[in-house]
């Protein structure tokens, strides 16, 4: 069993920034894509930014270039730096990792909220 484990979430002003972190255990467990989903109320749950185990990216249109995704720790770490946050940025954060036999796992999730 995958356990997904955010930090980092909290209140910002418009223009701010925040860096969420999501760390996967076990250590041995061995994941393939990693990423980032939001949800706002009344909204379904959509796509913010991807990893995969060789790095390459996959963004939102809306946070392509103010959001920057990064994976490390031997793959287990996946952060997101977000910056010039806007109030539309508004949501529960959770992260998503994959593995290869085909399971999905999510983290509890974590509140962003940017308001003045």
């Known amino acids: 069993q995958v356990q997904l484990t955010e930090s980092g979430g909290g209140l910002v002003e418009p223009g701010g920034s925040l860096r969420l972190s999501c760390v996967a255990s076990?250590?041995?467990?061995?994941?393939?894509?990693m990423g980032w989903y939001r949800q706002a109320p009344g909204r379904q749950r959509e796509l913010v930014a991807t990893?995969?185990?060789?790095?390459?990216?996959n963004y939102a249109d809306d946070v392509d270039g103010r959001f920057t995704i990064s994976r490390y720790n031997a793959g287990k770490t996946v952060d997101l730096q977000m910056n010039n946050l806007k109030p539309e940025d508004t949501a529960v954060y959770y992260c998503?990792?994959?593995?290869?036999?085909?399971?999905?796992?999510w983290g509890q999730g974590t509140q962003v909220t940017v308001s003045s």
């Open positions: 076990p250590r041995h467990v061995n994941l393939g894509p």
């Open positions: 998503n990792a994959r593995t290869y036999t085909g399971f999905e796992y």
């Open positions: 990893i995969t185990t060789t790095r390459r990216t």
